[in-house]
């Protein structure tokens, strides 16, 4: 970031807190309850190959966004994941291929983004789909609209898809609730730009945002 006055990242923060009471609303009555209870009801080894059905799903995303990155060799690793778990692991609800050495190497489209120069703009609360930036609000958008589900031509199948996303997701961060602390929208702001700074460097924590108050300098590479 350059001189002058520090950036203010969440100019839109009274809207942005009417919509994480909406989202808040949503979870304690709707989806945290349906997530509990498909955590009760569903085996651990039927709720990983949910996971990793998903996340195999989501490789065809990883493959484009590195290429759209010039990123040939994490394209052809994701791509050698995908064939492997696509085939050996049963159309992806086991993963085989870490066991074998080829990890992930997530990508999306804001990350795409990043690579080519847009800043990441303003922080939003987006409804549902909860924090982001408007840069990674915008990669969503189009990660979303070029998934194998969206790509199908189905009107039914991709809702399916993103609802079971949205339930398994948010079992794998039940217990995530305990370490919720605080005014909870800023506890969501700021774990969601710090973990979203730490993806697109990869992994790599460059700054602390548990202190972190409005118009404070911070950039979002």
């Keep these: 970031m350059g001189q002058g006055e520090p950036e203010n990242i969440d100019p839109w923060e009274p809207l942005n807190r009417e919509v994480f009471a909406f989202n808040d609303w949503l979870d304690k009555y709707a989806l945290k309850p349906v997530a509990q209870a498909y955590r009760a009801i569903t085996p651990d080894p039927i709720e990983r190959g949910v996971t990793n059905f998903i996340n195999n799903i989501y490789e065809f995303n990883n493959i484009a966004n590195a290429l759209l990155q010039g990123r040939v060799d994490n394209a052809l690793h994701s791509s050698g994941r995908f064939l492997l778990n696509s085939t050996v692991g049963l159309a992806g609800f086991l993963d085989v291929a870490s066991p074998a050495g080829v990890t992930p190497r997530p990508a999306d489209f804001g990350q795409t983004l990043a690579t080519w120069g847009v800043p990441s703009g303003p922080f939003i609360m987006v409804p549902v789909a909860g924090p982001r930036t408007l840069r990674s609000g915008t990669g969503l958008l189009v990660d979303s609209l070029y998934s194998i589900p969206a790509l199908t031509g189905e009107t039914t199948?991709?809702?399916?898809?993103?609802?079971?996303?949205?339930?398994?997701?948010?079992?794998?961060?039940?217990?995530?609730?305990?370490?919720?602390?605080?005014?909870?929208?800023?506890?969501?702001?700021?774990?969601?730009?710090?973990?979203?700074?730490?993806?697109?460097?990869?992994?790599v924590v460059i700054d602390d945002f548990s202190d972190f108050e409005e118009g404070e300098d911070y950039e979002d590479f």
Excluded at 178 to 188: E, H, K, N, P, V
């Design 157 to 203: 199948w991709p809702w399916v898809f993103w609802g079971v996303v949205a339930i398994d997701t948010r079992a794998n961060l039940l217990q995530a609730d305990t370490l919720i602390t605080g005014d909870r929208y800023i506890f969501f702001r700021n774990a969601y730009l710090q973990s979203r700074e730490t993806f697109l460097n990869g992994g």
